[in-house]
T-cell receptor, first 115, second 112 residues
């Protein structure tokens, strides 16, 4: 079945350093790839997303890259700050003609930014 | 995301009891989703609905039931058949013209 693998499960960086989280997906029909940030006990919030017709997207300190051939995508956070500490989830979806919006989530990465 | 509400925030249930989790949205979104989140794991899809009076099973539907009688509401019932219901339950919604899902604040269910 459809599957999304996310690595690493935990990541600790010093404030100001960069953080990279990687995901691979199994369904070649996947064409929408969102990233969510979830603070402890709160709801996931979308921070950036990318579609399969684009190889890279950037929003200030956050960027996402997509390699369709290898079926993997990555989240890059530069100049990390303590408030970036949270759990990050990648997801994949196939938005074809039926477009159910079903998201398959990775297992999550707990990012800790040390001041 | 302020347009999606879930209640209650915390819920305690005795074994053998059915409980219903509420999800309401005032965003006029067509599609609604229920996810389950366990510690150290990603979100897993329980049920989803793309239109009123229609819904489909997700990946882990066993022991759960839903209804979609109104566009704004998508309640989830956790039945006694669900063997391990203790988890954080998240509801989400999406408009038909967008891929982005907006999440509610969640309900933490604990079975005593």
């Amino acid at each position: 079945g459809e599957n999304v693998e996310q690595h690493p499960s935990t990541l600790s960086v010093q404030e100001g350093d960069s953080a990279v989280i990687k995901c691979t997906y199994s369904d070649s029909a996947s064409n929408y790839f969102p990233w969510y940030k979830q603070e402890l006990g709160k709801r996931p919030q979308l921070i950036i997303d990318i579609r399969s017709n684009v190889g890279e997207k950037k929003d200030q300190r956050i960027a996402v890259t997509l390699n369709k051939t290898a079926k993997h995508f990555s989240l890059h956070i530069t100049e990390t700050q303590p408030e970036d500490s949270a759990v990050y989830f990648c997801a994949a979806s196939s938005t074809g003609s039926s477009n159910t919006g079903k998201l398959i989530f990775g297992q999550g990465t707990t990012l800790q930014v040390k001041p | 995301d302020g347009g999606i509400t879930q209640s209650p925030k915390y819920l305690f249930r005795k074994e053998g009891q059915n409980v219903t989790l509420s999800c309401e949205q005032n965003l006029n979104h067509d599609a609604m989703y229920w996810y389950r989140q366990d510690p150290g794991q990603g979100l897993r899809l329980i049920y989803y609905s793309q239109i009123v009076n229609d819904f489909q099973k997700g990946d882990i539907a066993e022991g759960y039931s839903v209804s979609r009688e109104k566009k704004e509401s998508f309640p989830l019932t956790v039945t006694s058949a669900q063997k391990n219901p203790t988890a954080f339950y998240l509801c989400a919604s999406r408009t038909s013209g967008s891929d982005e899902q907006f999440f509610g604040p969640g309900t933490r269910l604990t079975v005593l």
